[in-house]
């Protein structure tokens, strides 16, 4: 019951507070950097163990060729879909504080919250696969905040792939390093076009 009032809190109400207008969309960065606060806050007070969080080198070699396979398969995927959907690469792409270095605490935070924290508990309480399903699900709900079935649908498939990955071979340094290639490919082929603006004043 605590985790699902957890979950509750920190991955569906935030989200929900934002979709129906009763938290500004302006702030949105705040609001789910302070859900992520929660989860370390959580984790703190919990004791949880550093391996239960995936931060560990004890198993990297062993894992390493599971998560570069998986990236580069999601990169080739990548590459391949916006090159049907007749997508640009971002020019100056280096201009922009997103691919500079936001992507790396972003894939991290959103990793520790939703694969290395949630995941591992509800892992314990339910069947890995479904815990797999709802983790995915939820973290692909998150961005139902920018209203693109494209995006909601890749970020599906994504948290499926990371879900069983880390069910599989926890590591959250791997995991976070394959968030991270994936996630700032996705924004150099310009799949995400609102995040060249800044994550802080999206509308």
């Known amino acids: 019951m605590k985790t699902l009032i957890q979950i509750l809190l920190i991955l569906i109400l935030p989200v929900a507070l934002l979709i129906l207008g009763f938290v500004s969309l302006n702030i949105r960065a705040y609001v789910l950097s302070l859900a992520v606060l929660g989860v370390i806050i959580f984790a703190i007070t919990e004791k949880t163990s550093y391996k239960s969080l995936g931060i560990r080198i004890d198993n990297f070699s062993k894992t390493l060729i599971h998560y570069a396979n998986f990236t580069v398969i999601g990169a080739i995927g990548l590459f391949s879909l916006a090159k049907l959907l007749g997508k640009q690469p971002l020019s100056e792409w280096w201009l922009y504080s997103h691919l500079q270095w936001a992507f790396l605490p972003i894939s991290f935070a959103q990793e520790f919250a939703y694969r290395a924290y949630f995941q591992t508990k509800l892992q314990k309480m339910v069947n890995p696969i479904l815990a797999v399903l709802i983790i995915s699900f939820l973290y692909s709900g998150m961005h139902v905040l920018w ?57």
């Open 147 to 203: 209203k693109d079935s494209l995006i909601l649908t890749m970020t599906f498939v994504a948290g499926l792939g990371w879900g069983y990955l880390w069910y599989k071979y926890p590591n959250l340094f791997l995991l976070t390093i394959s968030h991270a290639i994936l996630n700032f490919i996705a924004i150099y082929l310009n799949f995400f076009p609102w995040l060249i603006t800044g994550f802080f004043n999206l509308k």
